[in-house]
């Protein structure tokens, strides 16, 4: 065979592949065709050499959107990848697939045992969860304890005032290994390792902040109604120079560390070690403002059996649509992974980390996006170094949800927006470019991901652009992902 013909069939291999793939996915694909796009692909082909990538350590695609879309530019579409937090993407893709547009997260609380008789309940006080992330103050005010407190004054006017039993924890749909084995050990120390539980609290984090006091003294240390059932030790110094301070867990007791400047204050929140432990610890304050005194104090549930509903006394319910937005814009960890294993739960049965990937890999399919099989999934989130996809994935997924009428708009408006809002706010900020891209980041720094997938808004009748990008390894930045960004709003 010629060498020039060998050389052209390696040049269009990707793309081929990539074609087959979304023939695969129900979507039409066409290679590149007019001059506008010949030239797009040549600047950004040039922006990913300049930037000094590794070979077989990126890969990038990028296509129209509409009815018929053209593939623009492809390289290693189907090379596997650290996602970072892009991986969040086809968590909310597949949340928008098992659970439905229109699911609720309901959080009831029922009466077991004998009735109510001048107050007292023979019997115990049962919290059903379902693994709803938004028992916080983010939708309400800002007051962490609004919803519980709201829960509480329902039992009181339902007539209890003293629960002879206990106050039972049905963290039900999910299990109880509350972290990921492959998060580190200073990821589980900040907020972004906040552990996951059915039943769950302020994000699972405890409130902090300290304030400096006279050079040498300890700090001043406040903890809001979110501190929990455990001993505190503070060990903050106040000290001349720089703040840091933090937490770290000791067995049950919370022991803050570092150091604060005279005068200044610090404000941090420290993950929790059990989400149950700590959701009944803030809802017992809220029975007990409202004068209802529970005389077994908190258990979790023992068995199935022990999660057994009684008297259905009241209920708060919280929306997805809002919930997914703050997984994409925020790129909460948390919320991405309760989502995660809560598909799972709903496909299988079971809320585990195995099963959330199963019920993501099930969407995949479904979705007719090839090459699922070979994922790896592990968190939901992208915290986990071990996660691998590809732009290829990511692109068919975005591709196939832009052609959904029901799924697409809300997978859309989850997004950031650039120059606008979430972890877009401060990027893409320039004339021409804010407000017209929708995307999900990706950061991890321990193996140098970085990572952009979503949508560009077309302009004077052109479609737009569906893109993936996923950068690892030396050369990746933010930086040469913003520039590519950048040619297709031109």
């Known amino acids: 065979m010629p060498i020039c013909r060998l050389t052209l069939m390696r040049r269009c291999l990707p793309l081929l592949t990539l074609a087959l793939l979304l023939f695969g996915s129900g979507v039409e694909a066409r290679e590149t065709s007019s001059v506008r796009e010949t030239s797009l692909a040549g600047r950004i082909k040039k922006h990913l050499k300049k930037a000094g ?57 029922t009466a077991r045992g004998q009735a109510v008789d001048e107050g007292t309940l023979e019997g115990d006080l049962v919290v059903h969860g379902g693994a709803d992330p938004n028992l916080s ?22 007539g209890i005032t003293h629960v002879t039993g206990a106050l039972v924890l049905d963290d039900g749909p999910l299990d109880r290994e509350f972290v990921h084995e492959d998060w580190s050990a200073s990821d589980k120390l900040r907020w972004y390792g906040a552990p996951v539980g059915g039943l769950s609290f302020n994000d699972n984090c405890i409130d902090v902040s300290v304030v400096g006091q006279k050079t ?54 420290v993950p929790v070690s059990s989400p149950t432990r700590f959701f009944g610890g803030a809802f017992l304050r809220s029975l007990e403002k409202r004068g209802v005194r529970v005389a077994g104090g908190m258990r979790p549930a023992r068995d199935r059996e022990d999660r ?29 992974s309760a989502v995660f294993k809560l598909c799972g739960a709903y496909a299988t049965g079971r ?25 790896a999934l592990k968190d939901g989130s992208g915290l986990s170094p071990k996660n691998r996809m590809s732009a290829g994935t990511l692109a068919q997924v975005l591709a196939a949800f832009d052609r959904d009428i029901l799924r697409g708009p809300l997978l859309y408006d989850s997004l950031a927006v650039s ?34 997938a979503g949508y560009v808004d077309g302009t004077k009748g052109h479609p737009g652009y569906v893109f993936a990008i996923l950068l690892n390894g030396p050369g990746a930045s933010h930086g040469t992902i913003d520039n590519v960004v950048w040619e297709l709003c031109k």
């Open 351 to 375: 809320g585990t980390w195995e099963t959330g990937a199963q019920a993501t890999k099930s969407m995949l399919e479904r979705r007719r996006v090839a090459g699922a099989e070979a994922l």
């Open 137 to 158: 103050g983010r939708f309400h005010d800002g007051r962490p304890l609004r919803v519980l407190d709201a829960l509480a004054a329902r039992v009181r006017e339902a």
């Open 53 to 109: 990538l590794k070979a077989g350590r990126y890969g990038v695609v990028v296509m129209t959107r509409g009815e018929r879309p053209r593939v623009v530019f492809v390289h290693d579409s189907d090379r596997l990848l650290v996602p970072a937090s892009a991986a969040k993407v086809l968590t909310v893709a597949t949340a928008l697939d098992v659970l439905g547009p229109s699911f609720r997260f309901r959080t009831r609380v």
């Open 216 to 269: 040498g003294r300890p700090a001043a240390v406040g903890l809001a109604a979110t501190a929990g059932p455990w001993r505190v030790v503070n060990k903050v110094k106040t000290r001349v120079g720089r703040t840091a301070a933090g937490g770290r867990w000791k067995g049950d007791v919370l022991e803050l560390h570092g150091r604060v400047a005279p005068g200044k204050r610090a404000a941090f929140h």
């Open 419 to 452: 120059g606008q809002s979430g972890t877009l706010r401060k990027r893409l900020r320039a004339r021409g470019v804010a407000g017209r891209v929708h995307a999900k980041t990706g950061t991890l720094n321990d193996t140098r991901a970085r990572a952009l």
């Open 308 to 336: 057994r509903p009684g008297r259905l006394i009241t209920e708060h319910e919280s929306e997805l649509p809002p919930t997914l937005a703050v997984i994409n814009q925020k790129s909460q960890n948390f919320y991405a």
